[in-house]
């Protein structure tokens, strides 16, 4: 136990479970502990580090921005955010966006922005948002009330009215809800995370998306874990070929520094006036000078290795002895293994690599750019800590 891990225990909010490594830093996909020792990064520290740890032309961004002006608030311009912001919509096709810090506070966003719409359109009682069971949306108690895992909700009741669930796949229990109930929006992740990596299947997608446009529903993607590049396209809707109405991104995007964007469309793109939402550290200049430097930086090249590796981890790891399923999309990948998933992890930590874990399943988010030979190294390890 270091000083740190005994500080932490006495002073830090007993939220995490940490495995027991003090990272004291980082170059890339390499992270160095408190006593030397080398590992090899394959959770981007959830997702977030894109490029990696410190990537030098992201590092340069950030500095000069830090140094020029690292905050002002939201009562004067700044040229990271609208940077930024015009290169979100001219990749994506949307109207405008909204900056927070987090994952959470996209979301929120994103559904204030529906619930908005839907009142001023159908009427005040058309606020039901409908997201998929074993979804994941975030922590505050309205994300946490659109998130579909009962045991996040258990602890934390009254929760935020106007939301319901149902399974991936059901349309018939969507047609049957929206007997009775005004439907404002469906919220999906393409490849739900937290759940366990679990892609959606493109023909649900598509019928959400058909239900969505014939009822005046808006479709919300939440593109927090699987955007920015990580499912081997700029966001993951793009590999199911629809048009959301809302995209909410957060991790990726900032390449290191806390950000969140909510994408709005062209039905939601004028649905908020001045005083109806803000955020004093939303569109942080620093982390959209960071921001800017990560999107320029998505291009297909890049995608194009993220496929590469993506097959690189999928042919490695089918069929290998402990290892019963992967599942997935681009580097977003669930391993499904005999031994607990926490066990490998720990193992695998023993031998110098980093993983998460989602549900049952060992979690791996390796950096966009992650070097083949790291990689290679790292699956090595992977696969002798699954075997039995
Ligand atoms: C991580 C995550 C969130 C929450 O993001 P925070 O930055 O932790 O608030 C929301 N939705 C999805 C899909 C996520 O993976």
């Known amino acids: ?92 096709g949307m109207k405008k966006v909204f900056f927070g810090n987090s994952g959470a506070e996209a979301n929120e966003c994103a559904i204030k922005a529906a619930r908005k719409y839907a009142a001023e359109k159908h009427g005040p009682d058309c606020y039901t948002i409908v997201t998929l069971w074993n979804s994941f949306h975030g922590r505050t108690l309205t994300t946490l009330s659109a998130t579909g895992q009962d045991h996040y909700h258990e602890l934390y009741q009254p929760l935020t009215p106007g939301f319901a669930h149902i399974a991936a796949g059901d349309m018939d229990a969507l047609r049957e809800l929206a007997k009775t109930t005004k439907i404002a929006a469906v919220m999906i992740e393409c490849v739900q995370g937290e759940g366990g990596v679990v892609p959606l299947e493109a023909d649900f997608v598509h019928a959400l998306a058909d239900f969505a446009r014939e009822n005046d529903v808006l479709l919300i993607v939440d593109e927090v874990q699987t955007g920015n590049g990580r499912s081997g396209r700029l966001y993951a809707y793009m590999n199911y070929g629809i048009a959301p109405d809302i995209v909410s991104t957060a991790k990726g995007l900032g390449g290191g520094l806390p950000i969140g ?51 690189a981890i999928f042919d490695a790891l089918e069929g290998a002895p402990g290892i019963e399923a992967v599942s997935g999309m681009g580097l ?47 699956l090595a390890v992977l696969k002798e800590a699954a075997k039995a």
């Open 261 to 311: 964007a909510c994408l709005l469309g062209e039905k939601v793109g004028d649905v908020f006036a001045p005083g109806d939402h803000g955020s004093t550290f939303g569109g942080n200049p620093a982390s959209c000078a960071g921001g800017v430097s990560i999107l320029s930086r998505i291009d297909d090249a890049l995608l194009e290795g993220v496929r590469a590796r993506s097959k």
């Open 332 to 378: 977003m990948i669930g391993v499904k293994t005999v031994r607990p998933a926490r066990d490998v992890v720990r193992r695998c930590i023993e031998n110098g690599v980093l993983c998460l874990t989602a549900k049952d399943r060992v979690r791996l988010l390796p950096a966009l750019n992650i070097p083949m030979d790291q990689l290679e190294k790292a």
């Open 1 to 92: 136990m270091t000083d740190t891990m005994r500080l932490d225990a006495a002073y830090i909010a007993n939220t995490y479970a940490r495995f027991p490594v003090e990272i004291a830093s980082g170059k890339g996909s390499l992270v160095w502990d408190v006593n030397g020792k080398e590992y090899i990064d394959m959770g981007s520290g959830i997702a977030v580090n894109g490029f990696g740890i410190a990537d030098d032309a992201w590092l340069k961004a950030v500095t000069a921005q830090l140094a020029k002006i690292p905050h002002s608030s939201n009562l004067y311009y700044t040229e990271p955010g609208a940077q930024l912001a015009k290169m979100l919509c001219e990749r994506t």
